[in-house]
Every structure is written in structure tokens, then in C-alpha cells.
């Protein structure tokens, strides 16, 4: 299973490489570097404007594409709860402030990321049951049969897992997938380039292919967030069947979409309390999606979900650089939090921009090459792409051999460069 899905990456890179659509050039170039341009209190904060001061040092800095929250209208000021779907006016800000920060990201040449939530819609009126399934009186005017049976409306069976206490769209339906492509397209006319696919297990992959098919966006991540294998409050050491899955959601997609690494999440973050074994697979390769199809793994260390004030699975706070160190020198497309990068300290931006510098001009990218030197209980250590060497851990190490010259280090992590 695994080696058939490594032979078939391989396949796709070959084939995309006769195909001209902006998006097979992006996957086949294999340099993004990702920013998360929010957190879970941001719509507090004024954010479009806010996030519009920022630009010139996003740009500068390197990143390729800004991940927004939610901007459409919704019953939750975060944005994850939408109603009318073609109102730009949200907690964020107004539509013109929207534009006004999409405008800016296309002249700094930083591609605009949507966060597409099409797993559930809130209703306007009482409809089956007494539910709040009818959308009456707002743009896509659906009745009962767009929500799920199992969410309390008249449509199909879900095909894939209920979000819990809100309506399901049912995407089997014609009319809605029809409805739901309509404003995908009318969202890339707005300004937006790219998509982000928010609770991707919510509903069956193929829908996700056809839209991708449909709107065309430039490159498109899913969140496929399921829990990593544990034996109590352990986390296993083989985690191959957390990553099988979502590369099975890739494969489902048409190998068109992008799925944040979760699996590397899980173990990268209990490999830095001194367990850096964990790094290193049976197979001596990284033991996260990155390992199997790092071409369409986009590693990440927090989230608004997993860090920010929800916290749900954070990432240990003193050992932020140690996972960045890992993850922009490693193959995949790494992904910045703006928690990290604006909301820690101005050494950990300057750090981060260092490392990130360091990948560009080392041409470190998606499918670069890793062979695992060390991976012990307070060490590890690799080369990448045969250019790059790496250490992190508390343990003391350095390359052997003169043509390495440190490039750049901090607490508990260390960059090397062939002279």
C-alpha cells in the first residue's frame, strides 16, 4: 500500500509535468512557503486592516501565499459557522477593507488563501423537524434537502463525518454542488487564489476534486484532522496508518489537493521533549506524510485550533525554533503561524526569516532528499537535498567533514552549508 502510493506520487509529478494549469506549475515547482494570517482571537483586532500593515514584511519575508480566515458572513464572529455565503462583511472587517487587503497581496505578488468551510451551513428559518435547516431570504436559497439526514435535513446520507450540532450540507445533491461552485468561482473573481479546505473529513474527497476541477484555484490544502494512534496518553511510535489516511484523501482528490501534515504534528511535538527517535520511520525516512508524499504534505507546527487560546494539541512553547528548524529545512511546504511569527518576540521573527532564507537560497523544496544521520533520545540530526545539514535536540553534535559551515543556530538547533 505504502510503496504503491510512493511509485504513484512519482507518476503524478511526471504527469503534471506535461499539464500548463497554474496549479500543476505550483505542485510541480514545489517552493511555497505557507502563512497562517490569523489566529483564534483575531476577529477582535480589526484584522483586514490589521493584516494589510503586514504585507510588505509578509513579501519580504519570503512567503508565497496567506492563509485568511473565514470572510464570509457567519453566526460565529471566528467565521467557521457561515450563513449568507456572498456576504464579504464579517468580523474581520467589511468587504471594502477585504479588497483593499487583496488588492495589496497581489501588488507584493503574495497569493491570497480562502478558508472554504462548505461542511456545514447555519440556517435562517425553521424548516424539518423544527430545525434550522431552511436558508430563506439569503443568496443560495436552499430548502431541507441541501442538509444531511443525520443533521436533521431532508438530503442524503452524509458521505463522510458529521460535524456535531449544526447542519450538514449534503453534497451529493446536484443543486448544491452547482450552487457551491458558483460561489467557489465568483470567490476567485474576488481575488483569491488560493483554497483551504476546512474539515475535510466532513464530506467524501471526490467533491473536493470537483470543485478544485471547477474553480481552479492556483493550490488548495485540506484539513484531514483524525487522531494520531495512542496507547493511553503514549503516542505510538508507528503512526503509518494516521498518514495512510491522509494521503488516501490526497489520492481521492485526484492528487489536485495539498492535506496539512498532522501526522508530523503529533510526532514532531513529543520527539522534542528528548524522544528525537520518533523522527526516524523503520524505513529511515520521516515518519509524517512528508516521508510518503512530501510533494503534497503541508507541515505546520500550531494552528488556530491546536495552539492560539483554544489550544487543543498544542505545540510545547519552548520549543518553537526546534520545530521550525525542522520543518523549513525538511522537504513538504511549510507553514508559518502568525502567533510565531508576530506574537512571540522579534528574535523568533528574525529566526523564522533566517530559516526561511536559508531554504531559498539552499533551494531546499518539497521533494528535496533527507537522509537521517541521527534520531537518539536529546538528538537529531540529517542532510537535505545533500546541500543543507541540521541538528536539534539538547544533545551536542556537528557534521563531519570541512565543507560544512554553520549558517545559522539558536536554542537547541543548528544549520549547516556546503561551503
Known sequence: MVYHFFLMSHFVEMQSAEESTDLGAVLRNGREILFQGFNWESHKYDWWRNLEKKVPDIAESGFTSVWLPPATNSFSPEGYLPQNLYSLNSS???EQLLKALLQTLKQYKVRAMADIVINHRIGTTRGHEGMYNRYDGIPLEWDEHAVTSCTGGLGNRSTGDNFPGVPNIDHSQPFVRKDIMGWLQWL???GFQDFRFDFARGYSAKYVKEYIEGAKPIFSVGEYWDSCNYNGSELDYNQDSHRQRIINWINATGQLSTAFDFTTKGIL???VKGQFWRLRDPQGKPPGVMGWWPSRAVTFIDNHDTGSTQAHW????????????????HPGIPTVFYDHFYDCSDSIHEQIVKLMDIRRRQDIHSRSSVRVLEAQNNIYSAIIGEKVCMKIGDGSWCPTGREWALTTSGQRYAVWQKQ
Open 188 to 190: 476567485r473573481s474576488v
Open 314 to 329: 498544542p505545540f510545547p512553547s519552548n520549543h518553537i525554533m526546534e520545530g521550525y528548524a525542522y520543518i523549513l529545512t
Open 92 to 94: 474581520y472587517g467589511s
Open 269 to 271: 511535538q513529543e520527539a
